[in-house]
């Protein structure tokens, strides 16, 4: 494409608007979490004056955080993992074989990832709690109820995005292992999932991120036992005093995982969210 | 794509013959699987396959769905919630008093459902614009491009309640960044702090949030988008003495048709049910002027307790989003086969 001669211009404007406005926020996450308690609150100023790293020893008395995140790791890590192997196995479904009732799957799982959240929330808080008193299975307040819901609501884009992976995947190579006396299933193990071992990762990150992002469901399916850091981050804000320094400083701290995660994989996590999108 | 009742692939290899060698471990239940007929197995084969993933979206997506439907038929207050089955039926009462807009439930949703209206199209326009622009003026190579890309992705990365309740901090009245600039700094407003999360301002503020929030997603769409047309055209057209503008209009947009039409509907879904934004930014008391409909749904459900009025609300909500995103495939359908 030629290039006018304001495009240099017009785009130091207007990347660089979109980088300030994404990254202050950031910047003002990270400046705050080292400032002393009586510097966030007598007023902002960007640059902090007093550095300390008395909040990110702080954070873990103010509220059980310790508890909050041993939680969501667990919560986000069974899930993640529960998730997509299950998505592996409907995925390979869906990629190789042309079955009846394979697009109604594909549509309808798919659909439900559009439905919004307050419409799932209030049946299956009943159910959960009635569950409970007939069968004594407590899935309410209980880390196992957390573990199934976050499972089904990454399973819609895991299989998705484990379709496209499997779909780049020459099928000459399952048809390699199926000669050498493989079953269908022995191609998955031997052949398939070797190869979409990046694109399995991915889809992995993506599930936990998703558990270990949730706000709705974790606010009402928990107790103080199972608490996770999406509902136990408020506790910061609810005390007289807000702690804004300890806030940013935990902020920091739960986001950590994720966005080193995200960004490691990032290629094959872009290549496996925009594949469907632009097909 | 027409399904086929046969599947690509010859399995006969996963049956050993009858009294060959089996493989080692295929005890009993080798013997009963082998003596089902080997088309029907093959046939059940994707059916196995996609059997877990259908009972989990059935336990949390279909059943849940239809019993909230259920629920909306019943006077499903406090006192049945442990013990649903006792519930009377309601009929269409939760109905309603849910569209009875001179009753003060009836008002309070409709205007919840307008401020949700107007916040849905200017976060997702300005996010649209926002991704668009972005990934436009990413084009061609300059230093730090690939650095900038990944920033830009970092808030879609980032838990979304962590990057929420830093901008609640930015937003308040007195320590927060947000009035430092606008006031301390630019001196406007004549030296009065505004409030930007009760009032007013609080809806600015929650657009704003949702915005830098979901526009590294359009701009990740339409970054992938853009790298999928094809090059010749822009030769071509600049062959035929089209500018920079001109190809934007004429090539570029109208390539990125097809990737709108999705990414749009996906945005749209996604704002006007977002939950997360509103109650992590304003906590359990959302200001009237930010009353966003799941938010406005959900306190009213546990505040009263009363599911069954809060569930003909969701399958209204449910309704409504069904019928605009039918119009809004057959609209855009539509037009696409007339060009």
Same mark, same amino acid.
């Given at each position: 494409?030629?290039?006018?001669?304001?495009?240099?211009?017009?785009?130091?404007?207007?990347?660089? +608007?979109?980088?300030? +406005?994404?990254?202050?926020?950031?910047?003002?996450?990270?400046?705050?979490?080292?400032?002393?308690? %009586?510097?966030?609150?007598?007023?902002?100023?960007?640059?902090?004056?007093?550095?300390?790293?008395?909040?990110?020893?702080?954070?873990?008395?103010?509220?059980?955080?310790?508890?909050?995140?041993?939680?969501?790791?667990?919560?986000?890590?069974?899930?993640? *993992?529960?998730?997509?192997?299950? /998505?592996?196995?409907?995925?390979?479904? !869906?990629?190789?074989?042309?079955? #009846?009732?394979?697009?109604?799957?594909? !549509?309808?799982?798919?659909?439900?990832?559009?439905? #919004?959240?307050?419409?799932?929330?209030?049946?299956?808080?009943?159910?959960?709690?009635?569950?409970?008193?007939?069968?004594?299975?407590?899935?309410?307040?209980?880390?196992?109820?957390?573990?199934?819901?976050?499972?089904?609501?990454?399973?819609?884009?895991?299989?998705?995005?484990?379709?496209?992976?499997?779909?780049?995947?020459?099928?000459?190579?399952?048809?390699?292992?199926?000669?050498?006396?493989?079953?269908?299933?022995?191609?998955?193990?031997?052949?398939?999932?070797?190869?979409?071992?990046?694109?399995?990762?991915?889809?992995?990150?993506?599930?936990?991120?998703?558990?270990?992002?949730? $706000?709705?469901?974790?606010?009402?399916?928990?107790?103080?036992?199972?608490?996770?850091?999406?509902?136990?981050?408020?506790?910061?804000?609810?005390?007289?005093? *807000?702690?804004?320094?300890?806030?940013?400083?935990?902020?920091?701290?739960?986001?950590?995982?994720?966005? $080193?995660? +995200?960004?490691? @994989?990032?290629?094959?996590?872009?290549?496996?969210?925009?594949?469907?999108?632009?097909? | 794509?027409?399904?086929?009742?046969?599947?690509?692939?010859?399995?006969?290899?996963?049956? #050993?013959?009858?009294?060959?060698?089996?493989?080692?471990?295929?005890?009993?239940?080798? %013997? *009963?699987?082998?003596?089902?007929?080997?088309?029907?197995?093959?046939?059940?084969?994707?059916?196995?396959?996609?059997?877990?993933?259908?009972?989990?979206?059935?336990?949390?997506?279909?059943?849940?769905?239809?019993?909230?439907?259920?629920?909306?038929?019943?006077?499903?207050?406090?006192?049945?919630?442990?013990?649903?089955?006792?519930?009377?039926?309601?009929?269409?009462?939760?109905?309603?008093?849910?569209?009875?807009?001179?009753?003060?439930?009836?008002?309070?949703?409709?205007?919840?459902?307008?401020?949700?209206?107007?916040?849905?199209?200017?976060?997702?326009?300005?996010?649209?614009?926002?991704?668009? /622009?972005? /990934?436009?003026?990413?084009?061609?190579?300059?230093?730090?491009?690939?650095?900038?890309?990944?920033?830009?992705?970092?808030?879609?990365? @980032?838990?979304?309640?962590?990057?929420?309740?830093?901008?609640?901090?930015?937003?308040?009245?007195?320590?927060?960044?947000?009035?430092?600039?606008?006031?301390?700094?630019?001196?406007?407003?004549?030296?009065?702090?505004?409030?930007?999360?009760?009032?007013?301002?609080?809806?600015?503020?929650?657009?704003?949030? /949702?915005?830098?929030?979901?526009? #590294?997603?359009?701009?990740?769409?339409?970054?992938?988008?853009?790298?999928?047309?094809?090059?010749?055209?822009?030769?071509?057209?600049?062959?035929?003495?089209?500018?920079?503008?001109?190809?934007?209009?004429?090539?570029?947009?109208?390539?990125?048709?097809?990737?709108?039409?999705?990414?749009?509907?996906?945005?749209?879904?996604?704002?006007?049910?977002?939950?997360?934004?509103?109650?992590?930014?304003?906590?359990?008391?959302?200001?009237?002027?930010?009353?966003?409909?799941?938010?406005?749904?959900?306190?009213?459900? +546990?505040?009263?307790?009363?599911?069954?009025?809060?569930?003909?609300?969701?399958?209204?909500?449910?309704?409504?989003?069904?019928?605009?995103?039918?119009?809004?495939?057959?609209?855009?359908?539509?037009?696409?086969?007339?060009?």
């Amino acid at each position: 494409m030629h290039e006018p001669r304001w495009l240099p211009w017009a785009r130091w404007f207007g990347l660089g +608007f979109l980088a300030l +406005f994404t990254l202050i926020p950031i910047y003002v996450m990270i400046s705050s979490s080292v400032k002393p308690l %009586r510097d966030v609150q007598n007023g902002f100023s960007w640059i902090p004056t007093t550095f300390t790293l008395r909040p990110f020893a702080d954070i873990w008395k103010t509220v059980p955080l310790g508890t909050y995140f041993v939680n969501s790791l667990i919560v986000a890590s069974i899930s993640a *993992v529960a998730s997509v192997a299950v /998505a592996i196995f409907a995925a390979y479904a !869906v990629s190789r074989y042309r079955f #009846p009732g394979r697009r109604v799957f594909t !549509v309808t799982v798919l659909s439900t990832q559009m439905f #919004p959240g307050i419409l799932f929330l209030l049946p299956l808080f009943m159910i959960f709690v009635n569950l409970g008193n007939v069968t004594g299975v407590e899935l309410y307040g209980s880390r196992l109820g957390l573990i199934i819901t976050y499972l089904t609501f990454s399973l819609p884009f895991a299989i998705w995005m484990l379709v496209g992976y499997f779909d780049s995947i020459p099928r000459a190579l399952d048809e390699a292992a199926k000669v050498d006396g493989s079953g269908p299933l022995g191609a998955l193990f031997r052949v398939v999932i070797p190869a979409a071992v990046p694109g399995i990762v991915a889809v992995t990150i993506y599930a936990f991120m998703t558990a270990w992002g949730e $706000v709705l469901f974790a606010s009402v399916m928990t107790d103080d036992n199972t608490r996770t850091l999406a509902v136990g981050l408020r506790g910061y804000a609810t005390l007289n005093d *807000v702690y804004w320094n300890q806030v940013m400083a935990a902020s920091l701290v739960v986001s950590i995982p994720v966005v $080193v995660g +995200f960004l490691l @994989l990032q290629r094959y996590l872009v290549q496996g969210l925009t594949a469907g999108a632009v097909k | 794509m027409v399904a086929r009742t046969t599947p690509h692939h010859d399995e006969r290899r996963t049956a #050993p013959p009858e009294g060959g060698p089996r493989p080692p471990g295929a005890g009993l239940h080798g %013997r *009963v699987v082998s003596r089902i007929p080997l088309r029907l197995r093959r046939l059940g084969l994707p059916y196995m396959l996609i059997l877990p993933a259908i009972l989990l979206e059935l336990l949390i997506h279909v059943v849940p769905m239809l019993v909230g439907v259920g629920m909306s038929f019943l006077r499903l207050t406090q006192l049945y919630i442990r013990n649903w089955t006792a519930a009377p039926f309601a009929g269409l009462s939760n109905y309603q008093v849910a569209v009875n807009f001179d009753s003060a439930v009836g008002a309070s949703l409709l205007h919840s459902f307008f401020v949700t209206v107007v916040f849905t199209i200017l976060a997702v326009g300005m996010s649209w614009l926002f991704g668009t /622009a972005g /990934a436009v003026l990413m084009q061609g190579a300059f230093r730090g491009r690939g650095l900038l890309r990944t920033l830009f992705l970092v808030p879609y990365a @980032l838990p979304v309640y962590a990057g929420v309740i830093t901008w609640s901090f930015m937003l308040q009245r007195d320590t927060g960044l947000v009035n430092h600039v606008l006031v301390d700094q630019l001196h406007l407003f004549g030296g009065d702090r505004p409030f930007w999360l009760i009032g007013g301002n609080s809806f600015a503020a929650v657009v704003i949030v /949702a915005v830098w929030k979901s526009w #590294p997603f359009a701009f990740l769409i339409l970054m992938a988008g853009l790298q999928n047309i094809d090059k010749d055209l822009y030769e071509a057209s600049a062959i035929d003495g089209a500018g920079w503008w001109r190809q934007l209009r004429s090539v570029t947009l109208p390539m990125l048709r097809p990737v709108n039409q999705v990414l749009i509907l996906v945005l749209f879904l996604w704002t006007f049910n977002d939950f997360n934004t509103p109650y992590v930014l304003f906590g359990n008391a959302a200001p009237q002027e930010a009353d966003l409909i799941s938010v406005h749904i959900y306190q009213s459900s +546990f505040i009263t307790w009363n599911f069954g009025s809060g569930s003909a609300m969701s399958v209204l909500l449910l309704l409504f989003l069904l019928l605009v995103t039918a119009v809004y495939l057959v609209a855009t359908s539509r037009r696409k086969s007339d060009a």
